[in-house]
Every structure is written in C-alpha cells, then in structure tokens.
C-alpha cells in the first residue's frame, strides 16, 4: 500500500494523515471546505514541530512528511487512486453510510475501505457497499501521534486477508494493532464510557468534586487525566452519543447515560471545544 486517502481533516482526521505521512505514505486528505483543510495543515505543521523540538524528527523530516500531504475537496479526486481509505468524518450514521456508498462507487475496486468510527457499527457501514469483505474499523485514539492503541475491528464480513493487511499496517506504522469483533462499543468504548459516565453520577449525586473525583482518579489508578478531564477532552457530546450506541445496543439499563451529562450537552457545554464542560478553557 502506498496511497492513502483520509476523508475528514479534523482532530482525529489530521492526525491519522500525519502518521501516515510520517511513515513515508502518499496521502490525500479531503474535506468538504478550503478553510478545513488550511485549518488541518496548521495543526499537522504545530504537532510535527513538537516531534522536531523533541528529537524524534529532523527539520528536513518535517517538511518530507508535509511534502506526502497533498488537500482535496472534491471526493473522487481524493479517493481515485487510493490503496486504503481512512474514514474520519462526523460521527454520524447517516453521514457516513452516505459517505461509503459513494467511496465504494468512486474508489479502485482493490481499495480496503476503513473507518475510524468510535462507536458505530462496522457491519452497518459495509452494508452501505458492494464490496462488505473489504470493510473494516481502524480506531484510532486522541492524540493519534501519540496514543500507541489502534482498535482493528472486524465487520460481519470482514475477511482475513483485508484483516491481517490492516494489523501488519498498523504495526509499520509504530502503532499496536489490537483485533476485535463488531459489537457496541467494541472493547475500547464499551469499557472507558461505563468508567466515564459513572465519574459523572459520583458527581450528580454529590460524592465528590470534580477535582477530587479527577484527583482519586489520577493519582490512585495512575491514569493520565482523571474520567471527566478525559470526557472534556473527548467532548461530552460524544461520550453521550456512544453510551446512547451501547445502551441501544445492548438494552442494560447499566449504559443509560447521566442526567447531568445529558443536562450539559443540551446547554452546549460540550468541553474543550465549547470552551466549557466540566472545567473552564480559555
Ligand atoms: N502531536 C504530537 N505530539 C503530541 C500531541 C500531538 N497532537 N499532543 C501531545 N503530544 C506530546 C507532547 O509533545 C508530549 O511529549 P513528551 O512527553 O515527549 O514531552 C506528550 O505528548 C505529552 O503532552 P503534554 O506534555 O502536552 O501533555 P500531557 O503530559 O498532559 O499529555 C496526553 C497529554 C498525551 C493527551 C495525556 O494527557 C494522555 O495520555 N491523556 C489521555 C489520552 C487518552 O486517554 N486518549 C484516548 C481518548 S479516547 C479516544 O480517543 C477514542 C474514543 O473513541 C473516544
């Protein structure tokens, strides 16, 4: 494989593009906007100078990497020429069931279509193509330069051959491929979501502070950023949307998500990206 076409530039979008440009792949990154995209290679040229200030990259490395990216706004030329597309666009059912129709339709027939959805099913996706076998998840965590994880999900029909392409990728691309089956949440959600709205009932029924639930959180299981840092990070919007895939998935009152959280997306405190959510940003 030596194309790749990342559909959707933002967070997790930019970051999937770096990593493969890092890793001498020829990537076209698409989105719907101009502006997106300037957006998106402003980020990319921010992180890859961390990476230069810290020693993992030379200057000229940089602008190699830079140099692999090249923007599309119109989807089939993005997707034309690709060996693997990367789905990163809005976590939207219906954005994305449309979005594969038309990839199936545009993209070489020999292409492997992903998706870095966090929750919505992969068999439901490859059901949108002719072409189910070649379906597959690639879930990547935030930030994707950083975070080691790439969750590999198997559809329905997902074949081997397409499956062990993905995780021999995935380990060339320095990341740890790990393979799971199609199911709400799959493994990455299903347990960090539970974890994350049971930090927000401790709040609603007045436990403890937002400090100090982060606080036990932090010090006491040595986790990065305590449980409702991580949801601000994430954005409440999303943590809801996924415990309300695994609540309808499995139908156990255990997922149904907080009042409180619910409260604070319907108010558009959704986090970092509102400026507001659990803590301030300015
Ligand atoms: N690109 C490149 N490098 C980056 C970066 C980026 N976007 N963001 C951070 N870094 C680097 C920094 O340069 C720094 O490197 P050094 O340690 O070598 O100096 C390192 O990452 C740490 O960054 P910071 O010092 O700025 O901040 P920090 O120490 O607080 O770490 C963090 C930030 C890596 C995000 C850390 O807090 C963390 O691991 N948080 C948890 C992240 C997490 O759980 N992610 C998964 C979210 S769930 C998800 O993504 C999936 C889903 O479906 C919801």
């Known amino acids: 494989m030596k194309n790749i076409t990342v559909i959707g530039s933002g967070t997790m979008g930019n970051g999937i593009a770096h990593v493969f440009a890092q890793n001498g792949f020829e990537i076209s990154l698409v989105d719907l906007k101009e502006e997106f995209l300037k957006k998106a290679m402003a980020t990319i040229d921010k992180n890859l100078d961390r990476q230069v200030g810290k020693g993992i990259l030379t200057l000229e490395q940089k602008e190699d990497t830079l140099g692999r990216i090249t923007t599309f706004t119109h989807l089939d030329e993005g997707v034309k020429s690709a060996d693997l597309v990367v789905e990163a666009a809005t976590e939207n059912m219906s954005i994305k069931l449309d979005l594969f129709k038309k990839i199936d339709y545009l993209a070489p027939k020999s292409a492997i279509l992903a ?100 606080t036990v959180m ?13 949801a601000d990070f994430i954005g409440l919007d999303v943590c809801l949307s996924i415990l309300k895939v695994l609540h309808d998935g499995f139908g156990n009152p255990k997922y149904a998500p907080c009042p409180l959280l619910i409260n604070m997306v319907e108010a558009g405190y959704k986090g970092v990206k509102t400026g507001e959510g659990f803590y301030h940003y300015t």
């Open 115 to 214: 998706s870095n959805t966090s929750s919505i099913s992969i068999t439901k996706i490859a059901s949108a193509t002719q072409r189910p076998t070649q379906v597959i998840g690639m879930h990547f965590m935030n930030p994707v330069p950083v975070m080691k994880l790439i969750e590999v999900i198997r559809g329905y029909a997902t074949s081997d051959e397409v499956t062990q392409n993905i995780m021999k990728l995935s380990e060339g691309l320095g990341k740890v491929p790990v393979e799971v089956n199609d199911y709400p949440g799959f493994v990455a959600n299903r347990i960090l979501m539970p974890m994350i709205n049971e930090a927000i009932y401790t709040l609603f029924e007045g436990v403890a502070g937002v400090a100090e639930i982060d």
């Open 218 to 230: 932090k010090l006491g299981m040595a986790h990065p950023m305590g449980p409702l840092q991580l």
